[in-house]
């Protein structure tokens, strides 16, 4: 079993920050790519970012310049650190892990339970 346990969201107003962090647990042998996606209301789930157990990122062209995710592999945690943010970035966000479990298993996605981020002023 494998867990992903999110913190960060919250109601902020146009402008401000806010830093997303999920932390994996569990039977993990090795996580592969990490990232977080977002679903507003009436939307399919879209990705936000993602980072390569490598480090290499990928951004949505929506936040780009204003969105960053790192990720610390000692603790087998990403972190989106969002700023600038604007209304259109309210959504559930989720955190996703590719995940091996078992050196015989193949690795799957995990998600997180969603944590809302709402940008109102």
């Known amino acids: 079993q494998v867990q992903l346990v999110e913190s960060g969201g919250g109601l902020v107003q146009p402008g401000g920050s806010l830093r997303l962090a999920c932390a994996a647990s569990?039977?993990?042998?090795?996580?592969?790519?990490m990232g977080w996606y977002r679903q507003a209301p009436g939307n399919q789930r879209e990705l936000v970012a993602d980072i390569t157990s490598g480090g290499l990122t990928n951004y949505a062209d929506s936040v780009k310049g204003r969105f960053t995710i790192s990720r610390d592999n000692a603790n087998d945690t990403v972190y989106l650190q969002m700023n600038s943010l604007k209304p259109e970035d309210t959504a559930v966000y989720y955190c996703n892990a590719n995940v091996k479990t078992d050196f015989f298993q193949s690795s799957r996605d995990y998600w997180g339970q969603g944590t809302q981020v709402t940008v109102s002023s």
């Open positions: 569990g039977r993990i042998f090795r996580i592969n790519a």
